[in-house]
């Protein structure tokens, strides 16, 4: 099985940073996507960043040049740093794990539960 831990989120003023977390442990057999989507209120869900096959990146055009994503192979976890927040960057954010478990090797895709992230004076 694996297992997945988030952490991060919260309230921040305008101008502000935070730094959301997704870690994957347990019987991995290979994380092809690591990333995070956001949907806000009366919004659909759309993609804010992600890694894929730990190297290649992509970015939503609103958030570029303001968040980082990265990740840290040996601990299976992505880290999505968020730089001079503004107030439409609230939203839910949604780690998304793409991966291979299991023998054969099966393809999964793990949606989290999402974590709140307001930015406001």
């Known amino acids: 099985q694996v297992q997945f831990v988030e952490s991060g989120g919260g309230l921040v003023q305008p101008g502000g940073s935070l730094r959301l977390s997704c870690a994957a442990s347990?019987?991995?057999?290979?994380?092809?996507?690591m990333g995070w989507y956001r949907q806000a209120p009366g919004k659909q869900r759309e993609l804010v960043a992600r890694m894929v096959s730990g190297s290649s990146t992509n970015y939503a055009d609103s958030v570029k040049g303001r968040f980082t994503i990265s990740r840290d192979n040996a601990k299976n976890t992505a880290y999505l740093q968020m730089n001079s927040l503004k107030p439409e960057d609230t939203a839910v954010y949604y780690c998304?794990?793409?991966?291979?478990?299991?023998?054969?090797?099966?393809?999964?895709?793990?949606w989290g539960q999402g974590t709140q992230v307001t930015v406001s004076s």
């Open positions: 347990g019987s991995l057999f290979r994380i092809i996507v």
């Open positions: 998304n794990v793409v991966y291979y478990s299991g023998t054969p090797p099966m393809r999964y895709d793990y």
